[in-house]
Structures are given as structure tokens and as C-alpha cells.
């Protein structure tokens, strides 16, 4: 009686881990396709760089002028 309970449990045991294994391939196999699915109808758009803008004359004279500060801060430190 008791080995024919432990054939039947290894049985239920091989067929359960049968169905997951399937369900595990068949829901990878949807994965991929859903993937390529995706990137048919939505590609993957270039990043757009920006471009740098030109720097008005004004602000490269303030830039200018924080930078000459900012060194002669650090040499009347040292």
C-alpha cells in the first residue's frame, strides 16, 4: 500500500514539474515575441544631441571675470 502512495506521489511530483517547465518556456517564447512586437510598431528613437548655443559676448566677459576672481581668491589663500 505504501509504495503504491510513493508511486503516486512521484508521478503528481514529475507532472507538476513537467507543467511548470512548460509554462516556463511557453511564457519566455510570448516574452520574445511580445519583444519584437514592441520594437516593430515603437523602434527605439536616436537620442538627440543637443547643440551648444553661442555664448553672447556679455556673458563670456562674466565667466571671464568669475574665473579671475575665483584665482586670485586661491592665490591669497595659499
Avoid: C, W
Avoid at 506521489?9 to 512586437?37: E, R, T
Amino acid at each position: 500500500m505504501e509504495i503504491h502512495l510513493v508511486g503516486e506521489s512521484l508521478k503528481f511530483m514529475v507532472l507538476g514539474m513537467l507543467i511548470v517547465f512548460v509554462f516556463l518556456i511557453v511564457l519566455v517564447q510570448v516574452m520574445k515575441f511580445q519583444a519584437k512586437i514592441i520594437n516593430k510598431y515603437f523602434p527605439k528613437k536616436a537620442p538627440v544631441v543637443p547643440t551648444p548655443q553661442k555664448e553672447s559676448d556679455e556673458e563670456s566677459r562674466h565667466v571671464a571675470a568669475i574665473i579671475a576672481a575665483v584665482t586670485e581668491f586661491r592665490k591669497n589663500q595659499s
